[in-house]
């Protein structure tokens, strides 16, 4: 059994910056890319950016490219999403999620593995 458990949400002003860590536990030697998803209310569920555990290629949705940057640590088995410059539109709930697959990573159902999520929020 994988687990995923994200921390690092919170409350923040527009402009300013959060990071975002999800810690990977458990049966996760098949597990090939970590991804980072958001969901805001009364909307789906919406990839954010992807990274391989081995490579140092990265996908990142439009709006956020240039402003986040997802990161790994092997040797902690931890990713982490770097925020910056955020955005009201950021605010979502943000769930880490792992695959053993390394293509399809945009969409939800590539993933098999989930956390419960973080919040945040961003206001202006």
């Known amino acids: 059994q994988v687990q995923l458990v994200e921390s690092g949400g919170g409350l923040v002003r527009t402009g300013n910056s959060l990071r975002l860590s999800c810690e990977l536990s458990?049966?996760?030697?098949?597990?090939?890319?970590m991804g980072w998803f958001r969901q805001a209310p009364g909307k789906e569920r919406e990839f954010v950016a992807a990274i391989p555990w081995n490579g140092d290629y990265a996908e990142y949705l439009d709006s956020v490219k240039g402003r986040f940057m997802i990161e790994r640590d092997n040797g902690k088995n931890m990713v982490f999403l770097q925020m910056t410059d955020l955005k009201s539109e950021d605010t979502a709930v943000y769930y880490c999620?792992?695959?053993?697959?390394?293509?399809?990573?945009?969409?939800?159902?590539?993933?098999?593995?989930w956390g419960r999520g973080t919040q945040v929020t961003v206001s202006s």
């Open positions: 458990g049966r996760a030697m098949n597990i090939l890319t």
């Open positions: 999620a792992a695959t053993g697959l390394l293509m399809g990573l945009t969409r939800p159902t590539s993933y098999e593995h």
